[in-house]
């Protein structure tokens, strides 16, 4: 195991769920932490409780001039930037046929553009100082598909292949997908189908605690930098899917 103490580490959507679940495990690590969602309010508030090595800034990551002044803004706190955690991502799931396109191009949106905009914003940085880790929160949907999450499945199988590809492209930087399975978060609060939200509910009687993911991610930091954990995937143990 490697200390965390000397990292800058960047995590979006940090202000609910497992990335706000991530902060708090990787605070305690004496990591510097710069932390971005759009919910400023809630980053301030954990950053104000964790303490001064976590800084953050609101962050769209739709948008890529504002996800490379995220990242120029953390190195410009901290110094330097080691470690990107993509984790931000929505899931307004629905049945094709209802045809909710803006609900699809949304998750295109966060979960594919995103992830890509923070891959552009950190990967010169990490090519110069020839060391740096992107971790991508993927999903069990990244490997199976259900009825009304063609779309949500369709951006994490893109996210695995994306990570997929970053890994093979270069020697010395270290890619992982963490691939959780049902967790308790907001996750699909926005969703807009009376029916699918019932279901989600259902889903969500057999569910993990955002902790165990962050577990995980940290875990995969830990590594020393020869050793590139590829992939995670963490499922409750009464999980079927
Ligand atoms: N929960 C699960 O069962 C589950 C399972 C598999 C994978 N995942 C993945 O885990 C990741 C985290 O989700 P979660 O479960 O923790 O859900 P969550 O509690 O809803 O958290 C999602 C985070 O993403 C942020 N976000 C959404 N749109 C954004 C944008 N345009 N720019 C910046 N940040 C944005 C939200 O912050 P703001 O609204 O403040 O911007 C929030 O902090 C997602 O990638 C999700 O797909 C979750």
């Given at each position: 195991?490697?200390?965390?103490s000397?990292k800058?580490?960047?995590i ?26 759009r ?9 104000e ?5 976590i ?8 948008d890529?001039?504002?996800?490379k ?13 080691d470690?990107?955690i ?10 094709l ?9 949304r998750m ?27 971790v ?22 893109a996210?695995?292949?994306i ?12 890619a992982t ?5 049902v ?14 939200a019932?279901?989600?509910k259902d889903w ?10 962050a577990r995980?991610?940290?875990?995969a930091l ?6 590139d954990?590829n ?10 899917m």
């Open positions: 195991m490697t200390g965390l000397d800058v580490i960047l979006t959507g940090a202000s609910s769920g497992i990335g706000e679940a991530t902060v708090r495990e990787l605070a305690a690590t004496g990591a510097r932490l710069f932390i971005g969602a919910r400023g309010d809630r980053l301030q508030a954990l950053a409780q964790l303490g001064p090595n800084a953050w800034r609101e962050l769209d990551v739709t890529a001039a504002n996800f002044a995220f990242a120029d803004a953390a190195e410009a706190k901290f110094g330097r930037v470690v990107l993509n984790n931000a991502g929505v899931m307004p799931l629905s049945p046929a209802a045809l909710k396109t803006d609900e699809w191009k295109i949106d966060v979960n594919i553009h995103g992830v890509l905009n923070g891959i552009a914003a950190v990967l010169p940085r990490f090519v110069a100082q020839q060391n740096g880790h992107v991508n929160v993927a999903s069990v949907g990244a490997h199976l598909v259900l009825p009304t999450a063609a779309v949500y499945c369709g951006t994490k199988y996210v695995w292949a990570t997929e590809g970053l890994r093979q492209e270069h020697d010395d930087i270290r997908i963490i691939s959780p399975g967790t308790a978060t907001e996750l699909g609060d926005d969703i807009s189908d009376p029916q699918v019932a279901a989600l969500r009687q057999k569910s993990l605690t955002p902790d165990a993911i995980a991610i940290r875990y830990e590594q020393p930098d020869g050793v954990v992939e995670v995937i963490v499922r409750p143990t009464a999980a079927n």
